[in-house]
């Protein structure tokens, strides 16, 4: 079924809103009511229709107006995108990758017809009807994993395999949660990891890296993240920390259901075939407390992982200065009814 595209904006006005069949398809993270890291990775597998999993790469009613965000990004930033010279290589899996699952997953908006090397690509969406040489750069606007990433949503990695560690030498981040693609350029696992309270000490790094240096072409692996966002705002970047940090100094009892973000991260990894490189996408979702609470477990849920999060977490996380605002305005939702764990 074709999807409607909203024409909304992550910025200014913020008149970004998730349909009611948006909402009912929110990958909520939690499963208990209690958060903590881990390990939480399991086979990137289609699931149910009407989820986010029912394709691989998810595309949804945000499509257009993400992609529109993206390029003003880019066009105050050109820095947000990078790759190493090496990854180009990587750089043609990840644009074969992105547009297989997204032509055979929305047929009706994305046509890949191949002839050989010449390829022609059709996003209706975004009205782009392209012919091209696959692997000669020449024959594309421009790099093929800027080409392909400024017409699909998430945040994209792909980092290199080498030494027994991974290493971020190509980028597409405009969406991310306060980190930075120039900072990180060019490290490697530990060392982007480095500001992640309490997970190294636990191992879950470790554990991590050794599953991921394993991991199988074919065999696509996931995890969710989250953190929470005022206003819906994709660009939180440390670069634009100026535009939206103070933001968190304006939630107040009154406006907590409009302005209070939920923003899960669904993250995918992907073994690369010619390359060996690895993509990692993170996919991001957004969705306001007024909107949240209109799923009753999730309402009861909410408040509760939030009250019960290690200080260490609030404080990475940046929910210092609204959490307390945010449980009080949920906790009315919350009868104290036992939850089941799983949902
Ligand atoms: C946070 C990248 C895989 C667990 C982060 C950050 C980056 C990042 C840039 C932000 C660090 C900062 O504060 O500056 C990546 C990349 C991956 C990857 C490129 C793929 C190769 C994983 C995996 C795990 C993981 C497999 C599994 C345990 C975490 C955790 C955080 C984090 C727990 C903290 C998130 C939060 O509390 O918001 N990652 N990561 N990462 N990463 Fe990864």
Not at 26 to 54: A, C, I, K, L, Q
Not at 254 to 282: G, M
Not at 297 to 318: H, N, Q, S
């Amino acid at each position: 079924m074709a999807i409607a595209f909203k024409q909304e904006s992550f910025r200014d006005d913020f008149s970004y809103r998730n349909s009611p069949e948006n909402v009912s398809r929110f990958p909520f993270p939690f499963d208990r009511d209690e958060y903590m890291y881990s390990v939480n990775m399991e086979p990137h597998v289609r699931g149910r229709p009407g989820t986010v999993f029912e394709n691989l790469i998810d595309v949804d009613e945000h499509y257009v107006a993400e992609m529109h965000d993206r390029m003003l990004v880019l066009k105050e930033d050109p820095l947000r995108y990078q790759a190493l010279p090496h990854m180009m290589s990587a750089q043609w899996d990840t644009l074969e990758l992105l547009m297989e699952e997204q032509a055979t997953g929305y047929p009706e908006h994305f046509t890949l017809t191949r002839n050989g090397d010449e390829w022609r690509w059709v996003n209706r969406p975004l009205g782009i009807d392209d012919t091209f040489t696959f692997g000669d750069v020449s024959t594309l606007p421009c790099e093929p994993f800027e080409y392909i990433t400024r017409q699909a949503q998430g945040d994209f990695c792909i980092v290199d395999q080498r030494d027994g560690n991974l290493w971020m030498d190509a980028g597409m981040v405009t969406t991310q949660a306060d980190w930075s693609l120039d900072f990180d350029i060019g490290m490697n696992f530990m060392e982007w990891h480095g500001p992640v309270p309490l997970a190294h000490q636990a191992g879950v790094f470790d554990r991590a890296l050794k599953f991921l240096l394993n991991l199988q072409q074919g065999k696509p692996t996931r995890r969710f993240n989250w953190t929470m966002t005022i206003n819906p705002r994709l660009d939180t970047s440390p670069e634009n920390y100026h535009k939206w940090g103070p933001d968190r100094t304006t939630v107040t009892p009154e406006n907590v259901a409009e302005k209070v973000h939920l923003r899960v991260e669904l993250q995918s990894l992907w073994r690369l075939p010619r390359s060996n490189a690895i993509l990692f996408v993170i996919r991001c979702y957004l969705m306001n407390m007024g909107e949240l609470v209109t799923v009753p477990k999730w309402a009861r849920r909410m408040p509760r992982v939030l009250r019960t999060l290690p200080p260490e977490l609030i404080d990475y996380k940046g929910l210092t200065r609204y959490r307390e605002d945010t449980i009080n305005w949920l906790s009315k939702y919350d009868d104290g009814a036992p939850t089941s764990p799983g949902i």
